[in-house]
């Protein structure tokens, strides 16, 4: 029996072409989870940086891109929350995406390997995610997403 914790995964389903989800994942990142990203997701060996206001943010390498999987693996993270003691919990996990078509509808699995329940971050990370998969299905069907957006100062 595997003793490995359980990660986090969902499935997604759209009435959308799966080469849109695809550029979605690898060109239109700033659309969807961040508009604060820098660097490039489209091919394997690039980097890119997600942040969410001056301290939060996370580094990512594209290790894997075809048509069916994305692999991003987070090189360095850091989740700037009061109520957490480890702000790096994301470093060295990988977030996968596998993308399958049937009959004109796509589905899109989404696993985040390594964040798991017992991490200290899990229940906000996990709300963090349903909040922007909500953007990326989103901007999928509608062209326009809800990233994470700094707010204007008056």
Same mark, same amino acid.
């Given at each position: 029996m595997n003793n490995t914790p359980k990660?986090?995964?969902t499935t997604l389903i759209f009435h959308s072409p799966k080469r849109k989800i695809f550029e979605s994942l690898t060109q239109h990142i700033n659309l969807w989870w961040s508009e604060q990203f820098e660097g490039n997701a489209q091919y394997p060996g690039q980097k890119f940086t997600v942040r969410f206001g001056s301290n939060i943010y996370?580094? %990512?390498?594209v290790i894997e891109r075809t048509e069916q999987k994305i692999v991003w693996h987070?090189?360095?993270?850091? #989740?700037?929350?009061?109520d957490l003691s480890d702000k790096q919990?994301? %470093?060295d996990t990988y977030i996968v995406w596998k993308i399958a078509e049937v009959e004109g509808?796509?589905?899109?699995? #989404?696993?985040?390997?390594g964040l798991h329940r017992e991490m200290e971050c899990y229940g906000l990370c996990v709300s963090?995610?349903?909040s922007f998969l909500y953007s990326f299905e989103?901007?999928?069907?509608t062209g326009i997403g809800a990233p994470f957006q700094l707010e204007e100062v008056p």
């Open positions: 990660s986090f995964q996370k580094n %990512i390498e987070v090189i360095d993270a850091y #989740l700037d929350f009061p919990e994301w %470093i509808i796509a589905l899109v699995e #989404l696993t985040h390997e963090g995610w349903h989103k901007f999928i069907t």
